[in-house]
């Protein structure tokens, strides 16, 4: 059968199912609106460790692509460790995020406060919300897309366990989950990921100080054209040009060094401040740095600062750096 055969047959079916939904009595439009969405195929791609592309459709993983990287020291302190990137391991480090937080399903658990790392972008991000420097911020989630909060328990259930989220379709417990613990999807019909439309939604809603997270240098040059005062924070970086790496410094306000060789490089040389030596934070601003000193203020364990030459490498970090 054909494409477009193929496309008019789901149509004409969507369209008898729906006539026959809303035929019965006691039927509200949001019945029908969750009766549709379920008609849409239920699949997420993002790209896990080492920038490894995963499926996951159903609530099942269905492909692992090949990572980009042997290793890092972060996923080494993971809850249940990754030492080597294969596509085993890279699997069944997904499959204990579905089973654990019901990632990709209707059981996703979208609260948390606990830390998973010092200075993650979710981290420093919920901190800089608790303590009113940020009025609230726009991050990403599976099963929603872009999401617009003030909660800072939401930023950190979503960010600290999703990041690399490339394309996800609507999944209406996550939806009602994260609207009942005080967040705004951007597009619910779609969970369409659109940061910069994300941002405009913040302002609408009264939150001009906002934090957001970008994975390339358009959506940066677009928030920081439109929205000057949003704080930006480049993640997901491991691979990026050295043309995008210098699109991506002019612009953002922190940036993750993941395993970029170019971030490390071109960041590093004009950063105020580095947070972390295996996988670095580079701060560009002020604003940026008000945010780590922030968090770092509400951090009780012994911390060495100096002065120091950047970009500053410590004995271990991902490899290779690419």
Not at 238 to 264: F, M, Q, Y
Not at 286 to 294: F, H, Y
Request: net charge positive; with cysteine.
């Amino acid at each position: 059968m054909s494409f477009a055969s193929d496309t008019l047959g789901t149509f004409i079916l969507s369209s008898v199912c729906m006539t026959l939904v809303i035929g019965t009595k006691n039927i509200t439009h949001n019945d029908v609106s969750t009766f549709l969405l379920r008609l849409m195929v239920d699949e997420h791609v993002m790209e896990a460790l080492g920038r490894a592309r995963v499926v996951v459709r159903d609530g099942k993983v269905v492909e692992v692509g090949e990572p980009m990287i042997r290793s890092c020291p972060l996923a080494e302190r993971f809850e249940e460790p990754v030492r080597d990137f294969t596509k085993e391991s890279i699997r069944k480090n997904i499959e204990n995020r579905i089973r654990k937080v019901g990632m990709f399903t209707k059981e996703r658990v979208v609260v948390s406060d606990k830390d998973f790392v010092p200075f993650g972008a979710s981290e420093m991000i919920s901190s800089g919300i608790r303590q009113k420097i940020l009025d609230g911020a726009v991050i990403v989630c599976e099963g929603a897309g872009t999401v617009v909060t003030n909660n800072p328990l939401l930023v950190q259930g979503i960010g600290g366990r999703m990041s690399g989220l490339i394309k996800t379709a609507p999944i209406p417990e996550i939806i009602e989950s994260i609207e009942r613990n005080g967040g705004v999807v951007f597009d619910k019909k779609a969970a369409t990921i659109d940061q910069v439309g994300g941002v405009a939604l913040a302002h609408r809603l009264g939150l001009s100080r906002v934090a957001v997270t970008i994975t390339n240098p358009k959506e940066g040059e677009d928030i920081r054209a439109s929205f000057p005062e949003a704080t930006i924070f480049g993640v997901h970086l491991t691979g990026i040009s050295k043309e995008n790496a210098e699109r991506l410094v002019r612009v953002c306000d922190l940036l993750t060094g993941c395993a970029s060789k170019w971030v490390r490089e071109i960041a590093g040389e004009k950063a105020l401040l580095q947070v972390g030596s295996s996988i670095p934070v580079f701060v560009m601003t002020d604003k940026g740095k008000e945010l780590v000193l922030n968090k770092i203020k509400g951090i009780n364990a012994q911390m060495l600062i100096k002065l120091q030459r950047l970009p500053y490498q410590g004995e271990r970090h991902p490899e290779p750096l690419i």
